[in-house]
């Protein structure tokens, strides 16, 4: 009985389970639909996201957005396993947190100060005009304005500053460091100190063009077109003389435009999600998040945000002008791949204070996989990546840290030197115009391996490894890299920082005067050389430079001791196989491929590259790797691959044809044989030409005593690819019968006619009469 009822319990479960997939729904939302239709069809569609918010959907239920429609609100995913979507034709739907901003008026005459009635509150951080992103209004306009004192991290003093306009309730932005940009509110404002809440744990620091302060969310700072602040009522803006109603204005009014919170299996599918104060997707304690072929964009602080969650993908997604990141996730087990990732934190003061804002991807996760990317144009780093079995690759990162310059274009740290990392991998990405290092390997990062990627034309080092240990850094090209093409730091007083570092198989392209290698060691307890062994590396140095391809600073004066190649090596005890190549500038060749397929580079004179490596006419690279050549000094004579074979068709029996020619396409040694065959070759010896490093033509001739055709075949002993056969038709000489009359006189002579007949080549006879 028992068996019976647990079989029944069994397939009432598998029944249940079956129905509830099989009955799952698709609903449909269109700004032409109502509210009060069932939803069901695209006929009769809903109208508004307060309308699915406030639905109970099933499990496997679909939501689709009509394409070419703009939807305002949260959308707030109210269970799991739920797909959201899009139907119809057109553009993607868009998901929007904008309130387009109208009812303008002058704050007063002429002072080309606008109000408007705003739902946005005081927080705002993100207007747009006509679509493009618009940081709030700020003084001092550009740079950063410097200070000679400061109090702690309450308060600075610039002897330049005024006392009107005061200051009191706006917002101080201060570049702290090279890594640190604060936001604080001005408690007070007294003739030139200004006093702030505190922000970070670092003291401010001021050096002319570099770090500083400026002021922002204040209506003193609006004096040229764009410039905006709100007091959480009115959205106030400087048009000048323009008319405000000539330009389509919108400020986020929402937090979050879609929230995914502790949901499992949910599917944000082919729309557009723009317009959130703070986030355009936010998800958090949630499992199994796709985010797939959407655009991410205007969003004040993050595009994507997921915290805590367990496995998230975002594939094929265009993620664009976010003021703090692009993609910010913690996960177990992420993946960021074949998306574009653009124009991510690019506004001093509009992203958030926590050392990594402005940066273009942030994932920390165990079993993360970023891939097939392209970040492009970030304030801070293109790719922060953490935690161990993480992969990235196949990338291509351009146009980062503009802002902050203590980073990279792919960036990790570890900050804990006891803690190891396991199944780290950087490889085969491209690096190419940063504001600072093209990787970096930060804060005791350690076990990681980096490997055949290219950088190129960034403004410090090529790569940057500060107190790292038991790395891998081999195959890499680091071209053209401001202060150096690799850097070894041992910045803290502990001499285990770094150490077990192999270094080998990389090629260092510099410019003029540019160090190849930089050790960078606290000298009261840092012994060079311990970082670890380096060796068969390329170095391409430009000949016309100072003998200086390799430097040691000594901390804390930062003392600066240069060396030549062979110094170094001596010095050392390194890069003992290692090259050294030297070519003028205009030169060298370097260029890379990023993209999924084979690229041909054609080169105009032969080349080498850094191990003398020859190479001619072309090479291929493969996807997402790079090359550095140099014109080759010596270059190799051309070898022969083929000949030709040309000559007459035709000529005449017992007499000498006309030359016959046989020509290598490059240097050849051997011998080319041509034999004869057919009816017409009877007592024609096979002809044998010998070559001896040369390329010159070589005739011969053959003179056939037999009429008929005569086939040429050509060979040879050294490899070469044979010509087709030549053919050619010896003639025989064909007997040609003249007819001769001869007519006599009256006086005696022949009379009649007689014939006689006579031969070519032969004479007649004498005629009598």
């Known amino acids: 009985?028992?068996?019976?009822?647990?079989?029944?319990?069994?397939?009432?479960?598998?029944?249940?389970?079956?129905?509830?997939?099989?009955?799952?729904?698709?609903?449909?939302?269109?700004?032409?639909?109502?509210?009060?239709?069932?939803?069901?069809?695209s006929s009769t569609p809903w109208q508004t996201i307060s309308k699915v918010n406030s639905f109970t959907f099933a499990s496997g239920d679909s939501i689709l957005f009509n394409k070419g429609d703009t939807f305002y609100g949260n959308l707030i995913i109210p269970r799991s396993s739920l797909t959201i979507s899009s139907y119809g034709s057109g553009e993607k739907p868009i998901i929007s947190g904008f309130q387009t901003i109208t009812g303008w008026t002058e704050t007063s005459p002429g002072s080309g100060i606008y109000s408007a009635p705003s739902?946005?509150?005081?927080?705002?951080?993100?207007?747009?005009?006509?679509?493009?992103?618009?940081?709030?209004?700020?003084?001092?306009?550009?740079?950063?304005?410097?200070?000679?004192?400061?109090?702690?991290?309450?308060?600075?003093?610039?002897?330049q500053l005024t006392s009107t306009p005061n200051w009191t309730g706006a917002e101080v932005v201060i570049k702290k460091n090279n890594w640190t940009i604060d936001r604080s509110v001005i408690t007070n404002h007294t003739n030139n100190t200004i006093t702030y809440t505190s922000g970070s744990t670092y003291n401010p620091v001021s050096v002319d063009g570099v770090y500083g302060y400026f002021i922002q969310k204040s209506l003193n700072t609006l004096t040229q077109m764009g410039d905006w602040y709100t007091d959480g009522v009115n959205l106030y803006m400087y048009f000048?003389?323009?008319?405000?109603?000539?330009?389509?204005?919108?400020?986020?009014?929402?937090?979050?435009?879609?929230?995914?919170?502790?949901?499992?299996?949910?599917?944000?599918?082919?729309?557009?999600?723009?317009?959130?104060?703070?986030?355009?997707?936010?998800?958090?304690?949630?499992?199994?998040?796709?985010?797939?072929?959407?655009?991410?964009?205007?969003?004040?602080?993050?595009?994507?945000?997921?915290?805590?969650?367990?496995?998230?993908?975002?594939?094929?997604?265009?993620?664009?002008?976010?003021?703090?990141?692009?993609?910010?996730?913690?996960?177990?087990?992420?993946?960021?791949?074949?998306?574009?990732?653009?124009?991510?934190?690019?506004?001093?003061g509009m992203g958030r204070v926590d050392g990594i804002s402005y940066s273009g991807v942030y994932v920390r996760s165990t079993g993360g996989l970023i891939e097939y990317n392209q970040v492009t144009n970030a304030g801070y780093n293109g790719i922060m990546f953490y935690n161990n079995n993480f992969i990235v690759r196949y990338n291509k990162v351009d146009g980062t840290n503009s802002l902050i310059t203590d980073g990279a274009g792919i960036y990790t740290f570890n900050g804990n030197p006891a803690s190891p990392?396991?199944?780290?991998?950087?490889?085969?990405?491209?690096?190419?115009?940063?504001?600072?290092?093209?990787?970096?390997?930060?804060?005791?990062?350690?076990?990681?391996?980096?490997?055949?990627?290219?950088?190129?034309?960034?403004?410090?080092?090529?790569?940057?490894?500060?107190?790292?240990?038991?790395?891998?850094?081999?195959?890499?090209?680091?071209n053209n890299a401001t202060l150096g093409g690799i850097s070894i730091q041992n910045l803290y007083l502990l001499e285990g920082y770094n150490h077990d570092n192999t270094i080998y198989s990389n090629t260092v392209s510099q410019g003029v005067n540019t160090s190849h290698m930089t050790l960078l060691g606290d000298g009261r307890t840092y012994t060079v050389g311990n970082f670890g062994t380096s060796d068969n590396n390329a170095f391409i140095a430009e000949s016309s430079g100072l003998n200086l391809h390799h430097e040691l600073h000594v901390l804390p004066s930062y003392g600066l001791t240069n060396y030549t190649f062979a110094n170094w090596k001596a010095f050392t005890g390194k890069e003992t196989n290692s090259t050294l190549t030297t070519a003028t500038l205009s030169s060298i060749l370097f260029d890379y491929n990023a993209s999924q397929s084979n690229k041909t580079v054609s080169l105009s004179v032969p080349m080498i590259d850094g191990l003398g490596t020859k190479y001619t006419g072309s090479t291929i690279l493969l996807p997402y790797t790079g090359i550095v050549l140099v014109p080759d000094p010596n270059p190799a004579t051309p070898s022969a691959t083929t000949f030709t074979?040309?000559?007459?068709?035709?000529?005449?029996?017992?007499?000498?044809?006309?030359?016959?020619?046989?020509?290598?396409?490059?240097?050849?040694?051997?011998?080319?044989?041509?034999?004869?065959?057919?009816?017409?070759?009877?007592?024609?010896?096979?002809?044998?030409?010998?070559?001896?490093?040369?390329?010159?033509?070589?005739?011969?001739?053959?003179?056939?005593?037999?009429?008929?055709?005569?086939?040429?075949?050509?060979?040879?002993?050294?490899?070469?690819?044979?010509?087709?056969?030549?053919?050619?038709?010896?003639?025989?000489?064909?007997?040609?019968?003249?007819?001769?009359?001869?007519?006599?006189?009256?006086n005696g002579t022949l009379t009649g006619t007689t014939s006689q007949t006579v031969n070519s080549g032969t004479s007649g006879t004498a005629i009598t009469a």
């Not at 479960?13 to 939302?29: E, K, P």
């Not at 080092?461 to 107190?467: A, K, V």
């Not at 002809?687 to 005569?710: D, E, L």
């Not at 040429?712 to 007819?739: D, E, K, Q, R």
């Open 1 to 41: 009985m028992k068996k019976i009822f647990l079989t029944t319990i069994f397939f009432l479960l598998i029944f249940l389970l079956h129905t509830s997939t099989s009955f799952a729904a698709t609903y449909y939302v269109s700004n032409t639909g109502l509210d009060t239709n069932n939803g069901i069809s």
């Open 119 to 159: 739902n946005a509150t005081s927080s705002l951080n993100m207007v747009t005009i006509d679509g493009v992103n618009t940081p709030m209004g700020r003084w001092p306009k550009t740079g950063w304005s410097t200070f000679e004192s400061f109090s702690g991290r309450t308060s600075i003093t610039d002897n």
């Open 645 to 746: 074979l040309t000559g007459p068709i035709s000529g005449s029996i017992n007499t000498t044809s006309t030359n016959f020619t046989i020509t290598p396409n490059n240097t050849y040694t051997g011998t080319i044989t041509i034999t004869p065959s057919g009816v017409g070759s009877t007592g024609i010896s096979p002809i044998i030409k010998t070559f001896s490093s040369s390329s010159a033509p070589q005739t011969f001739t053959i003179t056939p005593t037999v009429a008929g055709s005569i086939t040429l075949t050509p060979s040879n002993n050294g490899g070469l690819t044979n010509p087709s056969n030549l053919t050619y038709t010896s003639n025989a000489v064909i007997s040609t019968t003249y007819t001769l009359s001869y007519t006599a006189n009256a």
């Open 240 to 348: 000048g003389s323009n008319n405000p109603n000539s330009y389509v204005v919108k400020a986020s009014t929402i937090d979050k435009v879609i929230t995914i919170d502790s949901k499992n299996t949910v599917t944000i599918n082919d729309l557009t999600i723009e317009g959130g104060n703070v986030y355009g997707i936010y998800a958090y304690l949630s499992v199994t998040i796709n985010i797939t072929n959407s655009n991410i964009q205007f969003n004040g602080d993050t595009g994507v945000f997921g915290n805590s969650n367990t496995v998230i993908t975002v594939d094929n997604c265009n993620v664009n002008n976010n003021n703090g990141f692009g993609v910010y996730i913690t996960s177990t087990s992420a993946t960021l791949s074949n998306s574009i990732v653009d124009s991510n934190g690019m506004f001093a």
């Open 421 to 478: 990392n396991t199944g780290q991998k950087v490889y085969n990405n491209i690096v190419i115009n940063g504001g600072a290092n093209g990787l970096y390997n930060d804060n005791s990062a350690n076990n990681i391996e980096w490997y055949n990627n290219v950088i190129s034309n960034v403004a410090k080092y090529g790569i940057h490894m500060n107190d790292g240990y038991s790395n891998s850094i081999h195959n890499n090209i680091f």
